[in-house]
């Protein structure tokens, strides 16, 4: 079973800021099935990228991804007032279970 | 557009049973595979089964191999998950989302209370 360990637990922001969130494999993830979503109070996650740097229908282009093996990353560029929310690493594809990473909280400072 | 709604949750006793559905449309159901992913109160994400499009196998998180059965029916587009001998630490809103290697569309959730 791969573990996915996310950094920081927290981070307190201002909107504008750019943010870098870490997702890191206890092994190799396999040809980058490695997945980024939000979730905010109250709400289902939602999809933001796929293939560790692809990303969903309908995601602005203030967030990225990048990445390979163990080690991947999640980059908002300037955080807007809906980007405060919990952000989730997620790899597939490979032999399940496919798990989660704990979660990184982005709030506002 | 694509709809995943769960049904079914509630509180139960320890020990007891409950039966999740997830009805599904705007999508060819029989194409994908579907995951269920559970959230217990103010915790992360835990992924917890599988199923492929015929409903020939699952797989399932340890802990609740042997007590959870992940089934589908494709004339009817659901989904199910019984649930047996829960315990207190299944307590969460239980998701079925769509499995596209990813998953890249989910329901809103219910809630299962295990306790006395």
């Known amino acids: 079973e791969i573990v996915l360990t996310q950094s920081p637990g927290t981070l307190s922001l201002s909107p504008g800021e750019r943010v870098t969130l870490s997702c890191r494999a206890s092994q190799s993830v396999s040809s980058n099935y490695l997945a980024w979503y939000q979730q905010k109070p109250g709400q289902a996650p939602r999809l933001l990228i796929y293939?560790?740097?692809s990303r969903a229908t309908g995601i602005p282009d203030r967030f990225s991804g990048s990445g390979s093996g163990t080690d991947f990353t999640l980059t908002i560029t300037r955080l807007e007032p809906e980007d405060f929310a919990v952000y989730f690493c997620h790899h597939y594809g490979s032999s399940p279970p496919h798990t989660f990473g704990g979660g990184t909280k982005v709030e506002i400072k | 557009e694509v709809q995943l709604v769960e049904s079914g949750g509630g509180l139960v006793q320890p020990g007891g049973s409950l039966r999740l559905s997830c009805a599904a449309s705007?999508?060819?159901?029989?194409?994908?595979?579907m995951t269920w992913v559970r959230q217990a109160p103010g915790k992360g994400l835990e992924w917890v089964a599988h199923?492929?499009?015929?409903?020939?196998?699952?797989y399932y998180v340890d802990s609740v191999k042997g007590r959870f059965t992940f089934s589908r029916d494709n004339a009817k587009n659901s989904l199910y998950l019984q649930m047996n001998s829960l315990r207190a630490e299944d307590t969460a809103i239980y998701y079925c989302?769509?499995?596209?290697?990813?998953?890249?569309?989910w329901g809103q959730g219910t809630l299962v209370t295990v306790s006395s």
């Open positions: 199923i492929n499009q015929v409903g020939s196998k699952s």
């Open positions: 705007g999508f060819t159901f029989s194409n994908y595979f």
């Open positions: 293939g560790a740097s």
């Open positions: 989302a769509r499995e596209n290697w990813y998953l890249d569309y």
